[in-house]
């Protein structure tokens, strides 16, 4: 989780201790929130190159980001072409992925599907977009958003969308519960193997 631009900069090893490919994970980066987008493309790729470096040692699948304003993308590939197989564009409060989508499309980007932030902003219309579950590369699953962060998969409304999302998918997703108090993970986790048992998924 890589959410502030100065302060992961500065991460050292007591931040990404050397012995973590070690630990037989898989990882992928979310990319800083506070992105410096207003310096223009160029200095947002420099950024992320940056960070790359840091991390290039845990050999990350994928880099997460919330989208930035409309055009913005296109100036950091221009930039940064090599990012184009890496970015996935999240679904987030401001922005739902409709409006930049032809820009996704044409960038060749992939999408990070936050389902909390779906069903807590009414965003379902994203997944009427022309080809949007071919580019799912990532989902984020709770039960929404609350006053006290993100909820446990107890608290989705339809557990049924769900299992509609996983059907449309090809199967090589990572999936991520994003849920930070241990006991609601724990709970959650159960709740989503027993889901993937009644609805006859596969799961590990």
Same mark, same amino acid.
């Given at each position: ?6 302060? @992961? ?60 304003? !409309? ?26 992925? @409709? ?30 977009? !022309? ?74």
């Amino acid at each position: 989780m890589l959410l502030e631009t100065r302060g @992961c900069l500065e991460y050292d090893e007591l931040d990404l201790p050397a012995d973590l490919p070690g630990l037989g994970l898989g990882y992928h980066a979310h990319l800083p929130l506070d992105l410096p987008w207003k310096d223009g493309p160029a200095a947002v790729g420099d950024v992320i190159f940056a960070l790359e470096q840091k991390i290039a040692f845990l050999r990350p699948r994928g880099y997460v980001l919330h989208p930035p304003e !409309p055009g913005d993308l296109s100036g950091l590939l221009r930039h940064r072409p090599g990012l184009s197989s890496r970015l996935w564009l999240e679904n987030t409060r401001e922005r739902d992925l @409709c409006e930049l989508w032809d820009e996704i499309g044409a960038l060749g980007l992939g999408v990070c599907l936050d389902v909390g932030h779906m069903v807590s902003y009414g965003q379902e219309r994203v997944m009427d977009l !022309p080809g949007f579950f071919e580019r799912v590369r990532i989902l984020h699953i709770y039960g929404g958003e609350s006053e006290r962060g993100h909820a446990g998969l107890g608290q989705l409304p339809d557990p049924n969308l769900l299992r509609d999302i996983l059907l449309r998918l090809k199967g090589d997703e990572t999936l991520v519960v994003e849920i930070f108090s241990l006991e609601e993970l724990g709970r959650s986790l159960n709740l989503l193997r027993s889901w993937l048992l009644g609805w006859g998924m596969h799961h590990d």
